[in-house]
């Protein structure tokens, strides 16, 4: 079955970069679509990035121009990328990925940018 470990995470500074990879198996083939999502406390999670297989990526309106995402097909890994880090980026960063009509997660990695 598919797997997801994401790594990463932890103390940022404001104005740093983030980045985030999330290594996966399991599936059947590389036809998957993978992306990121974030929690913060007391709110629901929220998409931050997605990618199908062959792009294009879709970004969330909130980060776009701070944020890219990268999949490798041959390692199996998906890669966030989140620049220019503000306080109200903490939240639990989740690797997220859908094959064949089914969504699996990732445990998540706390993400805490200093304020």
């Known amino acids: 079955q598919v797997q997801l470990m994401e790594s990463g995470g932890g103390l940022m500074w404001p104005g740093g970069s983030l980045r985030l990879s999330c290594s996966a198996s399991g599936m059947a083939t590389e036809f998957y679509t993978s992306g990121w999502y974030r929690q913060a406390p007391a709110k629901e999670r929220e998409l931050v990035a997605v990618m199908p297989f062959g792009g294009p990526a879709t970004l969330a309106d909130f980060i776009q121009g701070r944020t890219s995402i990268s999949r490798d097909d041959k390692q199996n890994s998906v890669l966030l990328q989140i620049h220019n880090l503000r306080p109200d980026d903490t939240a639990v960063y989740f690797c997220?990925?859908?094959?064949?009509?089914?969504?699996?997660w990732g445990q998540g990695t706390q993400v805490t940018v200093f304020s």
């Open positions: 997220n990925l859908e094959e064949n009509g089914k969504s699996y």
